[in-house]
Every structure is written in structure tokens, then in C-alpha cells.
């Protein structure tokens, strides 16, 4: 059953490679979050009737009635939660992509080492394409368009380069120069934008402050993003190397 | 002889099933990353907030 094991082989992965990012972001990245957030402004339009019990210090919500985590172990524990759940998403994807190269291109197949360049294809493909150099990763509080225009133009680039990247390595070296074609498309079309940059706080040391802040998490988010995708690349490489067999 | 015709016949539709079964396993996991990553309502964006941000997905 290919699609059993893809998805054993998927938790397994997702499990480590997500579990590791959890706890480099617990240490490296949340405290940048949490210190993001003590400079939040309450957004006007979101809460237009601000009850008493707004005021909760570094505790985000955007909306007053609905649930949110409370601060300390049960919001680490969530932190945690979501990223191996994204971990065993992206290992989904990375497995079955590498079961379908093995299946049928006519490249060597798959090992941990080959997988590893495959993570850092797909670090490009998920970090470096959509967040360096369209929508920079952003601590809260900064001022950013529309959120499903961002979401779908994050989409649109991570599909497109995607592509384009196979392109450049599946295609006849005729056809290769298309690849980054594809993948330069969204960024001509440029990233959704604010009117105006910025941050939501006016106060000029809030901002002094937030933009340090960014410049660390834009850093830090770089760094352990490198370090999941390849750890997932590899680990991915394997499990396909060894578990998962599909039958020509 | 007959032996010989239902295992052709198996392993015609496992090659079918095969590449279906990698677009499931692929499925599963673009909804995975949806919940987790894009979903709009207010209990998966809080409780995936710092996951969120920490993967660089457009948040707020």
C-alpha cells in the first residue's frame, strides 16, 4: 500500500523535522513574538466594542470571543502542535513527489543525501521564493495588504516555483531556461504591498524597537528554516529509500 | 493459464492505484497545511498563530 506508507513514513518525518523546529522556534524565534506583541495596539476595526478584559499584556487575539491558547505551556504546546502538523504536511508533499521521481524519472533515485538537496529545493520553493523576496516574514503589529491577496499571491509563488525548479531539472536542456521564467512570474507581477509601510504602533521608540525585532526574526526564521527543510529533505530521502515502494 | 491472467490483471490496476494513491497522500497534505497554515477562522489562527508567523505564512 503506497499510500499507507507514504503516510506512516509522513508522520514519522514530519514528527522529527517538526518537533526539532518547534523547539529551535521555542527558544530562538516565540521570544521574538512575544516581545513583538507587548508593542500590539488594540486594531479599531477588528474589536469595534473593547471589553474590559482587552488589556491582557503579550496575549494576542483578534477576535475577543473566540478561543485562543492561554500564554505559557498550553500556547507553547500548540506552537508545538502546528508544527509538526505543517512538518507532516510538507513531508506528505516531499515523500510523494520522491516516490513519483523514483517511480519514473530517469535520474538516480532517491537517498538521504539527494534528499537533502531535495529539502533545500524545497526551502526555496516555501521560504526563500514567497518570504525574501516578496512577502518578508513579519513579526506582529506590522502594517500588510490584504491578507487572502497575500495568501494567494504565497500560493501562486510557491506553485510557480515549484515548477519551475522541475522544469529546470526534469526538462530537455532546450527547455531548461523556462524554469525561472516560471518562478520569476510572480515576482513580476510583485508581492501584494501595504499603502504604506510600517507598523500599526506610532510610538517612534515602538517602532525603533519593532524594527530591530524584525531584522532578528527575519534572521532567526531563515536559519531554523534551513535547518528543518534539510533535516526534512533527508529524512524524506531515506524513508523513500526505504519504506515506500510503488509498483510500476 | 487462467493464474497467469488474474496477476497481469492485479498488477495493471496496482500501477493505476499507485499514482492515485500518491495524489491522495499529496491531497491529505495540502488540507493538512491549510487548516494549520491558512484557515481563517479565529480558533486555528490562534492556536497556530506563532507556527504561523515562525513559517513565514502570510498572517493578520
Known amino acids: 500500500m503506497a499510500f499507507r506508507n507514504i503516510l506512516l513514513s509522513a508522520i514519522v518525518v514530519g514528527i522529527f523535522s517538526g518537533l526539532l523546529y518547534g523547539l529551535f522556534q521555542h527558544f530562538q524565534i516565540s521570544p521574538i513574538i512575544y516581545a513583538a506583541e507587548a508593542y500590539e495596539v488594540e486594531d479599531i476595526v477588528a474589536t469595534p466594542a473593547a471589553h474590559g478584559h482587552s488589556g491582557t499584556a503579550g496575549h494576542h487575539e483578534h477576535n475577543e470571543e473566540a478561543w485562543g491558547p492561554k500564554d505559557g505551556a498550553e500556547r507553547i504546546g500548540y506552537t508545538i502542535g502546528a508544527d509538526i502538523a505543517i512538518g507532516i504536511a510538507y513531508a506528505l508533499f516531499m515523500i510523494s513527489l520522491m516516490a513519483l521521481h523514483n517511480l519514473k524519472a530517469n535520474k538516480p533515485k532517491l537517498t538521504m543525501m539527494t534528499g537533502a538537496a531535495w529539502g533545500i529545493a524545497s526551502m526555496i520553493i516555501f521560504f526563500a521564493a514567497p518570504a525574501m523576496f516578496g512577502l518578508h516574514p513579519e513579526v506582529p503589529g506590522t502594517e500588510a495588504a490584504t491578507l487572502e491577496n497575500r495568501q494567494g499571491w504565497w500560493s501562486l509563488c510557491v506553485a510557480l516555483t515549484a515548477a519551475g525548479i522541475a522544469v529546470l531539472y526534469y526538462a530537455p536542456v532546450k527547455l531548461k531556461l523556462s524554469g525561472p521564467i516560471l518562478a520569476a512570474i510572480p515576482h513580476m507581477m510583485g508581492a501584494p504591498m501595504p499603502e504604506h509601510h510600517g507598523f500599526a504602533n506610532t510610538d517612534p521608540q515602538a517602532i525603533e524597537a519593532l524594527s530591530q525585532l524584525t531584522t532578528q526574526f527575519y534572521l532567526f526564521t531563515a536559519v531554523g528554516m534551513g535547518i528543518f527543510f534539510v533535516l526534512l529533505g533527508a529524512l524524506s530521502g531515506l524513508a523513500v529509500q526505504r519504506f515506500v515502494k510503488l509498483n510500476a | ?60
Open chain 2, 1 to 60: 493459464m487462467q493464474q497467469q491472467a488474474i496477476s497481469t490483471e492485479q498488477s495493471s490496476s496496482l500501477t493505476l492505484s499507485a499514482a492515485l494513491q500518491v495524489i491522495s497522500a499529496m491531497a491529505v497534505g495540502a488540507a493538512l497545511l491549510f487548516v494549520v497554515g491558512f484557515a481563517p477562522m479565529d480558533v486555528a489562527h490562534n492556536a497556530a498563530h506563532d507556527a504561523r508567523h515562525s513559517f513565514a505564512f502570510p498572517c493578520h
